[in-house]
Nanobody
Framework: QVQLVESGGGLVQAGDSLRLACIAS????????MGWFRQAPGKEREFVGA????????FYVDSVKGRFTISRDNAKNSVYLQMNSLKPEDTAVYYC??????????????????WGQGTQVTVSS
């Protein structure tokens, strides 16, 4: 049974940092490209960033470039999202996702077929 479990969310102030983690089980993690998405209340789920299976390629939405960094540790079946200089508009539930359909980092929602339950990130002004 495939499971993706996110952690690390919380309530922070604008300008603070958070590090989200996603631990995968039930799959051969190194074969999966991984992505982070987020969904704010009343809005559609949007792509945040992704990382290739080997970690050599990353891809971000413009709104987080220079502030967020994705990394992975295949030995620990884990992917991370380091979020710096957080803004109130970053408030959302953050989800990690996995895809075996490509080895590259992809922002395509439809490419991902494994999803975690999400972790709440709230940034106060």
């Amino acid at each position: 049974q495939v499971q993706l479990v996110e952690s690390g969310g919380g309530l922070v102030q604008a300008g603070d940092s958070l590090r989200l983690a996603c631990i995968a089980s039930g799959l051969t993690f190194s074969r999966y490209a991984m992505g982070w998405f987020r969904q704010a209340p009343g809005k559609e789920r949007e792509f945040v960033g992704a990382i290739s299976w080997g970690g050599g390629h990353t891809f971000y939405v413009d709104s987080v470039k220079g502030r967020f960094t994705i990394s992975r540790d295949n030995a620990k079946n884990s992917v991370y999202l380091q979020m710096n200089s957080l803004k109130p508009e970053d408030t959302a539930v953050y989800y990690c996702a996995a895809t075996e359909r490509t080895t590259y980092a992809t922002g395509s929602y439809d490419a991902y077929d494994r999803w975690g339950q999400g972790t709440q990130v709230t940034v106060s002004s």
